[in-house]
Every structure is written in C-alpha cells, then in structure tokens.
C-alpha cells in the first residue's frame, strides 16, 4: 500500500513517454545518403517530396504536443524533439520550392531570411527556424551543447551532415559526439593549414557557444583540443589550442543546396 501511495506522489514528468520519431527516422534511412567516406550527406529531396505525406504527417504530430508534455520529458528527449523537428521543417520548407531552388536563401525575401520565416507550429506557437534553434535550443539555457551546431542542419553543402537516424534521448550524448567528429574530420570544411587551422564558418558565428565552457573549453581553441584527433592536430598543435593559443582562420561557406545527384 505505501509503494502504491508513493508512486501515485511521483511528479507526473516522471512517467511521461517520449515523442515516437519513427516515421522521421524512416525518411532519413530512405532519403539520405552518406558521402565523402561518412563525413558529410546528401538528400534525396525528390524522395522527400514523394514522401511529403509522411513528412507532414511528422510535422503534424509534433504539433500537437503541448508546452507542458515537452517540460515533461527529461532534457535529452527535449533536445532530441527539438533537432528532429527542426530538421524536419526545414525538408519541408526547401519541398516548398523544389526542384526550382538552388540555395535555401533562395526562399527568403528582401527583408527577411528564410530562417525568420514562422511556419511551423510548436508548442502551442507558430515558429520560425531561428525561434527554434536560437529560442528553445540555444537561448532556453536548458541544454547548454555547443554540439547542437553539428545536429540542426540547413540544407546546404556548408553544414554538417543531415544524419541517416532521427536523435533520441537516449542516444542523443553519442549521436552528437558523432557528428561532431564527423563534422571535423570533414577536410573541405576544417583543416590543419600552416601553424594552426582554416575552419568552418560555423566557429565564426557561433564562437561564443563553443566558450562556454562546456567540457572545459574556454576558448575556441580548446573546444578544438577536445577533438584533436578528429580534426587532425598534433601533439605539439593539440598542446597550443588547449593554451588557448591556435592560431585559427575561418573558411567561406557553401550555400549550395545539399541535394544528391
């Protein structure tokens, strides 16, 4: 009797089920194809089109969830929800004006990106991509992961690589390691060059997040030494970015559609 008062007094977060991503995860396995030895990927977008229904249907679904159900949930099945359905909104959006579009800032206006645009509804809101990544993940001060910038993808050549599996919570730690190193093995978007390193833009225009602190890493630099091996430093290198002393260039960014074939 007492086990059965007790459990009716746990908080009700405490038995809320995970969002079910499968049928995103069934879009990426069919549409998505890995390139360049795993490190970047491409997207079926006719495929995608042809599955628009499904994509929908996805999208649809999220947006029932409430504002509460999401609190509800621990913090990796929060991200998780969040990426996936960013990721999402933003195959829905380029199916907008495909085939005839050869860039995502294709669809923006004079005034306004593409990423401003509100068209999807969440948590009992409409929102834009910029609500969702710098609003709910980035500005929430929930998650705090500089490792979010290798997940959301823009559906461009620049970004890193639109994975063939949908995030979950219980995998996210893992899956966001992985894109990570992948991302930094990737030698057309981050280097070794002279005495330091030509990176992705991404570093750039988002320094501050990777100097938060996170794992320790202070400064960009550090954030690099973390991944020494994946980016391809050595020992003495490894040693001047965890002094914070690096030297770092930053590369132009492929706006290019990531489409296959």
Wanted: charged content about 20%.
């Amino acid at each position: 009797m007492m086990i059965a008062v007790l459990l009716m007094l746990l908080p009700v977060s405490a038995h809320a089920q995970a969002f079910d991503h499968a049928v995103w995860d069934g879009l990426l396995k069919r549409n998505v194809v890995v390139v360049r030895g795993g490190v970047a990927s491409q997207v079926r977008y006719g495929g995608m089109a042809r599955d628009r229904a499904a994509l929908k249907t996805y999208l649809a679904n999220a947006a029932k969830v409430s504002r509460a159900t999401f609190d509800g949930w621990s913090k990796p099945d929060q991200l998780a929800f969040l990426i996936n359905v960013y990721n999402a909104a933003t195959v829905e959006l380029i199916l907008t004006a495909y085939p005839k579009i050869n860039s995502i800032k294709d669809l923006g206006g004079l005034f306004q990106g593409p990423w401003a645009k509100p068209f999807v509804t969440l948590l009992g809101k409409t929102a834009s991509l910029d609500d969702i990544e710098h609003g709910l993940i980035r500005g929430s001060g929930r998650y705090n992961d500089p490792r979010i910038h290798f997940a959301v993808n823009c559906a461009s050549i620049g970004c890193p690589a639109l994975g063939r599996a949908a995030f979950r919570g219980a995998t996210i730690n893992a899956q966001l390691d992985a894109a990570t190193r992948d991302f930094l093995r990737d030698r057309t978007r981050n280097r070794v060059q002279g005495d330091g390193v030509a990176v992705s833009s991404i570093f750039k225009w988002y320094r501050g997040d990777f100097e938060k602190g996170w794992r320790g890493a202070r400064t960009l630099p550090a954030f690099f030494a973390l991944y020494a091996d994946s980016l391809g430093l050595n020992a003495d290198a490894a040693a001047k970015a965890r002094a914070g002393q690096l030297n770092i260039s930053f590369l132009d960014y492929d706006w290019r559609l990531n489409k296959a074939g």
